[in-house]
């Protein structure tokens, strides 16, 4: 490997966690104001529980905002390395928003509502767990995209349910931990998509 290949793998890594560390916090605190302003629009204000087909809607809307701005920058780096389609942004989209709809329905059969779970207010690990499904869902959809381009790409599916996992798991220390979360998920995802590919693509 030549070394300005190397260069050029280093600066994509790096402009790959950067940007999670700015852009996934931004995007939680977006869909944090998406999912109040849903919640209003079923009657509730914000100290109250609402009911399960609320809190169903509002945390389908929360979880498409976060997949969309994160599928919005990764798609932007990506497409300097492969011909990354537009759906590589759908698959953050549909893989949170369809966890979040999956996890309420349990939820409401078990007789809990979602909004007990959020680990702003409560333990953090089920709400890191809900992440790590949202994780694999998006992985295993992002890999039908990946695998065409490299056959290494399998493991995008263990480094995007580690990564979101992890990045809720951290604030057992801190809610401002949030923010390394954010960076260990681009860290993580970032050495792993490096390396998934062939040195041919890193060169592009």
């Given at each position: 490997?030549?070394?300005?290949?190397?260069f050029?793998?280093?600066?994509?890594?790096?402009?790959?966690?950067?940007?999670?560390?700015?852009?996934i916090?931004?995007?939680?605190?977006?869909?944090l104001?998406?999912?109040?302003?849903?919640?209003?629009?079923?009657?509730f204000n914000?100290?109250?529980?609402?009911?399960?087909l609320?809190?169903?809607?509002?945390?389908?809307?929360?979880g498409?905002?976060?997949?969309?701005?994160t599928g919005?920058?990764?798609?932007?780096?990506?497409?300097?390395?492969?011909?990354?389609?537009?759906?590589?942004i759908?698959?953050?989209?549909?893989?949170?928003a369809?966890?979040e709809?999956?996890?309420?329905?349990?939820?409401?059969?078990?007789?809990?509502?979602?909004y007990?779970?959020?680990?702003?207010?409560?333990?953090?690990?089920?709400?890191?767990?809900?992440?790590?499904c949202?994780?694999?869902?998006?992985?295993l959809?992002?890999?039908?995209?990946?695998?065409?381009?490299?056959?290494?790409?399998?493991?995008?599916?263990l480094?995007?349910t580690?990564g979101?996992?992890?990045?809720?798991?951290?604030?057992?220390?801190?809610?401002?931990?949030?923010?390394?979360?954010?960076l260990?998920?681009?860290?993580?995802?970032g050495?792993?998509?490096?390396?998934?590919?062939?040195?041919?693509?890193?060169?592009?």
């Amino acid at each position: 490997m030549t070394p300005e290949i190397k260069f050029k793998k280093k600066l994509f890594w790096l402009n790959w966690t950067l940007l999670s560390l700015a852009v996934i916090p931004i995007s939680y605190l977006v869909s944090l104001l998406v999912v109040l302003l849903v919640h209003g629009a079923f009657g509730f204000n914000q100290l109250e529980g609402g009911t399960y087909l609320s809190q169903t809607v509002m945390q389908i809307a929360g979880g498409a905002v976060l997949g969309l701005g994160t599928g919005i920058y990764q798609r932007s780096l990506l497409r300097k390395i492969f011909r990354a389609p537009s759906s590589w942004i759908y698959t953050l989209v549909i893989g949170f928003a369809l966890t979040e709809l999956i996890v309420c329905i349990i939820l409401w059969q078990l007789n809990l509502n979602r909004y007990e779970l959020r680990f702003i207010e409560f333990n953090p690990l089920p709400e890191a767990l809900i992440f790590a499904c949202a994780g694999l869902t998006t992985g295993l959809l992002q890999w039908l995209i990946l695998k065409r381009h490299f056959s290494r790409s399998v493991y995008w599916i263990l480094a995007s349910t580690l990564g979101w996992g992890i990045c809720v798991l951290v604030t057992l220390l801190s809610i401002w931990a949030f923010f390394i979360g954010a960076l260990l998920y681009g860290a993580i995802t970032g050495a792993t998509l490096l390396w998934i590919m062939p040195h041919k693509e890193a060169e592009k």
